[in-house]
Every structure is written in structure tokens, then in C-alpha cells.
């Protein structure tokens, strides 16, 4: 089973500050079949990125992914009040299984 | 527009099973896999299982095999997954989720149910 590790645990931010989460696997995630997905408080997950780094239908250009093999990248640019949430990455290349989930607040 | 609506909350005794249900709509239901995943109070999401919603055919993760079970009824276009042999620490939120990719087994989950408060307790 592939394994992903996320960090940090909290990120604490300012409003219009960029944000870098990182999530990083056991062994590598073939053809970068990595997910990104956002849950705000008492809400069912959201799919933000697939593949790695596109985005998907709705989901603002602030939002961006990157990475590859092990190593993968949630970037938000420039953090708005609304992006107050958990964010899990995923890795669908080898069953599935989800990163234990980085905590975004606004400072 | 695709919509996912999952049966209500439960309440269950250890030792008991339990069934929710996933009813899709606005999409041909048979082309896409259907996952389910849950989250326990206050934790991460934890993948369950797949099933082909064409075939019939489901994957476990292993943690859940023998457990859990998935079927779909492709006439009323809804998916059924039911775990068994309750314990407390099965209290948790269950979903169904969406394969983002027609005829495509696995990938990330594009469409979420609302998902289902299971609470196992004596």
C-alpha cells in the first residue's frame, strides 16, 4: 500500500499570502495519479486537482498542482478567506488511498 | 446535474451491520466506477472500496475485506454498501464518490454524496 505523508499538519496564513502544501508517498505514484481535494467544515471533499497539476471544472486558477514520482505540490497563490479548510491528496495509481490532510487557516 | 443523495443517518448496536445507500442521477449511471470512503469524527478520509457499476465487479481495501460489502441495482441506478460486524470505532461519516472518468477504474472522485453519519454504539 502506497502511503502518503503530508505536511505541514497546520498552516496559518494572511490574506493574500501564498500557500505551499506538501505531499509525499512511500514509493512512486505511477503516471502521477495524484488528487487534490478541499473539505471545508461539515462538507463532503472537493475535487480541486487530478493528475497531478490540472485543475478541475470550476475551480479557481489560484489553485495549483505540480510533482511528480514521490514528491507532489498544492499551491495556492494568493489565500482568500474562503480557503479556510482541510486539503487531503490522493493517490489513485495503486488502489487508493489519502494523505492524513493539511489544516489551512487565515491568520 | 449529476447529484448523489445517500440514505439518512443510523444508529446500530456492535455487532450489527448496516446498509446505505447512494442514489445517482443526472448521468448514465453505468459508466462510471462508484467509490465509497469514510471519516471517522475529527479524522481523515479513509478509502473503502470500488465497485463497476457496469459489471458489478468491486474492489476492498484490505483493511475492510470481508467486512464491507458493495453492490449497485443498475435499474433505480443506486449503489448499496454494507458493513458488517460493527464496532464502535466504525462510527464515522460514509460516502459514495464518483470515478472521475468514464469507463475508468481508478481515479480521483469528481462527485461526492452528501454523505451518511453511521453511529455505532450500545
Known sequence: EIVLTQSPGTLSLSPGERATLSCRASQSVSSSYLAWYQQKSGQAPRLLIYGASSRATGIPDRFSGSGSGTDFTLTISRLEPEDVAVYYCQQYGSSVTFGPGTKVDIK | ?122
Request: proline content about 2%; aromatic content about 12%; glycine content about 12%.
Open chain 2, 1 to 122: 446535474q449529476v447529484q448523489l443523495v445517500q440514505s439518512g443517518a443510523e444508529v446500530k448496536k456492535p455487532g450489527a451491520s448496516v446498509k446505505v445507500s447512494c442514489k445517482a442521477s443526472g448521468y448514465t449511471f453505468t459508466t462510471y466506477y462508484m467509490h465509497w470512503v469514510r471519516q471517522a469524527p475529527g479524522q481523515g478520509l479513509e478509502w473503502m472500496g470500488i465497485i463497476n457499476t457496469s459489471g458489478g465487479s468491486t474492489s476492498y481495501a484490505q483493511k475492510f475485506h470481508g467486512r464491507v460489502t458493495v453492490t449497485r441495482d443498475t435499474s433505480t441506478a443506486t449503489v448499496y454498501m454494507e458493513l458488517s460486524s460493527l464496532r464502535s470505532e466504525d462510527t464515522a461519516v460514509y460516502y459514495c464518490a464518483r470515478g472521475d472518468r468514464a469507463g475508468v477504474r481508478w481515479g480521483s472522485s469528481d462527485y461526492w454524496g452528501q454523505g451518511t453519519l453511521v453511529t455505532v454504539s450500545s
